[in-house]
């Protein structure tokens, strides 16, 4: 069983940056991707990042130029580098950690930009 621990979530202002982080720990052979869903009160949980074992980053279009993404292997932790943070990007972050065909989810962590 693989255990996801997110930090970093908080308040910030419009324009503001928030860094957040995940390690994972448990069963970790060989992962595959890391990444980040967001789901704001109301919507579905939709993807927002990810980056693959050999380091391919891949965003959504919303956060695109904005957001970057980055994996330490030795750590076993991904980072989700947040600025020129906007209102809408209020949500609740998950970590998602994908090895062999199998998904695991961090319990969620809190971002909330003000206006």
């Known amino acids: 069983q693989v255990q996801l621990v997110e930090s970093g979530g908080g308040l910030v202002q419009a324009g503001g940056s928030l860094r957040l982080s995940c390690a994972a720990s448990g069963s970790i052979s060989s992962i595959d991707d890391m990444g980040w869903y967001r789901q704001a009160p109301g919507n579905q949980r939709e993807f927002v990042a990810r980056v693959t074992s050999s380091g391919t980053t891949i965003f959504d279009a919303s956060v695109k130029g904005r957001f970057t993404i980055s994996r330490d292997n030795a750590k076993n932790t991904v980072y989700l580098q947040m600025n020129s943070l906007k209102p809408e990007d209020t949500a609740v972050y998950y970590c998602?950690?994908?090895?062999?065909?199998?998904?695991?989810w961090g319990q969620g962590t809190q971002v909330t930009v003000s206006s």
């Open positions: 998602n950690l994908k090895q062999m065909g199998y998904d695991s």
